[in-house]
């Protein structure tokens, strides 16, 4: 890993992000191919996941990164050591890989929370709905404050995407972590991903349930 990023001239802080995102993408593939091939994981939990990488990629990664609608493109917004390490045709999808780890986890937040209950995932229930929206923006939070604060740039500097509706005219900054602002443009994609991503959940896992529900009836008649 050392060498591969040798010739970047990456400072101690970049090297770090780099490494961070680098291992936040690979972990789901690196994780799927592992449940895929024992096949534990479940068709309803893949389809999300698949869902919540087309729906990020969509929503703000690809616009964010290549500054379609008004923004500027990431390239613009950090350093060059940043660009060489993390080329810009391959951000979007790194980022996007990096959102999937976060719904996976929201997922099995969930799961952990409701391990003696009754499946959230069948019926809307508010108390499923808080954890993801809770996880999901704390973790939001981090990323703006600790991970990307380098590459955001300024207020004005980010695309408009359909998940960022407001665009940069509308993006006030809510609070500051040590010093770095939370803004409500980067915090809009993950509030709105809240439902999407649990609507989903449902739908992918209720299907899931019929069919095994009459694949049973079938095999008693």
Same mark, same amino acid.
């Given at each position: $890993? ?78 060059? $050591? ?140």
């Amino acid at each position: $890993m050392l060498d591969i990023f040798k010739d970047c001239e990456l400072n101690g802080i970049e090297y770090w992000l780099v490494i961070r995102l680098y291992i936040a993408a690979s972990i789901p593939v690196i994780l799927s191919s592992y449940y895929l091939i024992r096949k534990k994981v479940s068709l309803s939990v893949a389809l999300t996941l698949i869902s919540a990488f087309l729906i990020a990629a969509f929503g703000w990664e690809l616009w964010l990164t290549y500054g379609l609608a008004g923004g500027l493109p990431v390239d613009q917004r950090r350093s060059a $050591m940043l660009t060489c390490a993390i080329p810009v045709n391959l951000n979007w999808f790194l980022n996007s890989l990096g959102d999937v780890l976060v719904v996976w986890i929201g997922l099995f937040l969930v799961k952990f929370f409701y391990r003696n209950k009754k499946s959230p995932f069948l019926k809307w229930k508010w108390g499923a709905f808080v954890i993801f929206l809770m996880w999901f923006i704390i973790q939001n939070i981090y990323v703006e404050a600790f991970f990307y604060n380098l590459q955001l740039g300024s207020n004005g500097d980010l695309s408009w995407a359909p998940l960022h509706p407001l665009g940069s005219w509308i993006n006030p900054t809510i609070f500051k972590i040590a010093d770095r602002s939370i803004t409500l443009q980067s915090q809009t994609s993950w509030i709105l991903m809240t439902p999407i991503i649990y609507l989903i959940s449902i739908y992918f896992n209720t299907r899931e349930h019929h069919a095994k529900v009459s694949l049973r009836s079938s095999t008693k008649e």
